[in-house]
């Protein structure tokens, strides 16, 4: 098989295409010949070195869509030729084959095309934990999702809308505040160029919020606090501008008692039972017509470096998939 491997943290030029043999199955794995592999900013807080490889050389990526070649000892929900994706497990997507614990591995409905899957199912089940499990989104509620235009914030505008919710998107360009109006953001805002609190402010009639999704991180953390009435909850999901860092907690308790978690999505998914249900609401949310998937943009597999300097330049809109 070939895949994209780093020997030591840094830059995207760290990413290698080199082959490898395809390991043998232990019991209770199943080998996936990929049709299309989902890049994520997750992945690139690995190579860079923000978050710790287990191991060295390294894989990369945890997302993927194809067909299942074989399975090991023990699994039987899965079979050869299944249409399978998955968004967790051991890294290692970013290849032609990876082999992968069939718990962490879900059906897909025919519905679903496997770029369509490997664009959003990492994503879909980062909305859905986000505003169906940590904050059961009602309909009527005001709502801030910064970063509406990327991978996640485009699909949780969307779902957002779905369920009744006005929604306040902040974007980093002009560009992507167009698109965030398409996707149905009842407002928008520049947070380069505007003041978030503020136009917030105007748009509720000075009233704040009492949610606010946050997967940028330094740049516009305090900016989420800000925007919080009392005992409101802030979020934080991501640093796509960099952890956040050096918070004094007594600002929760002066600006009203606020509430922030930092929450990852295994946590969410970690048994078989937990996963199918996330993935099962997201895919009705998908089949409801509720969510449109924006087409992905594509790379080919030897690319990879080019995906991430990309993505880390805010170059890009919607989600990133590489093709074997």
Partial sequence: MSRIEIEATGGPDQMKLVE??????????????HDAIGVNFIDVYFRS?????????????????????????????IKAGDRVAYCSGAMGSYATHHVID?????????????????????KGLTVQYLIRQ???VKAGETVLFH?????V???????????????????????????????????VINYRTESVPERVLEFTGGEKLPVVFDGVGKDTFMDGLECLRPRGLLISYGNASGPVEGVNLGILGAKGS????????????????????????????LASGGIK????????????????????????????????
């Avoid at 490898?20 to 080998?31: F, K, N, S, V, W």
């Avoid at 069939?102 to 990492?122: E, F, G, Q, Y």
């Fill in 49 to 77: 070195g923000l978050y710790p490889v287990p191991q060295w050389p390294s894989g990369l990526g945890r997302e993927a869509a194809g067909i299942v070649q074989s399975v090991g000892e023990g699994v039987s929900h």
């Fill in 153 to 187: 914030g485009s699909l949780a505008v969307q779902w957002l809308k779905a369920l009744g919710a006005k929604v306040i998107g902040t974007v980093g360009s002009e560009e992507k505040a167009e698109l965030a109006k398409s996707l149905g953001c009842d407002c």
């Fill in 20 to 33: 490898r043999d395809i390991p043998a199955l232990a019991p209770g794995q199943i080998l996936v010949r």
């Fill in 102 to 122: 069939a718990k962490v591995a879900v059906l897909l409905p025919t519905s679903i095309s496997s770029k369509d899957a490997a664009a959003s199912l990492l």
């Fill in 293 to 324: 998937i924006t087409p992905p943009a594509e790379y080919a597999l030897a690319d990879a470096a080019k995906a991430h300097a990309d993505l880390e330049a805010r170059k890009t809109t919607g989600s990133l998939i590489l093709i074997p």
């Fill in 147 to 151: 970063a509406a235009a990327g991978g």
């Fill in 134 to 136: 940590i904050y059961p």
């Fill in 258 to 285: 606020l509430m922030v978690t930092r929450p990852t999505l295994y946590d969410f998914i970690s048994t078989p039972e937990d996963l199918a249900a996330a993935s099962g609401d997201f895919f009705e949310a």
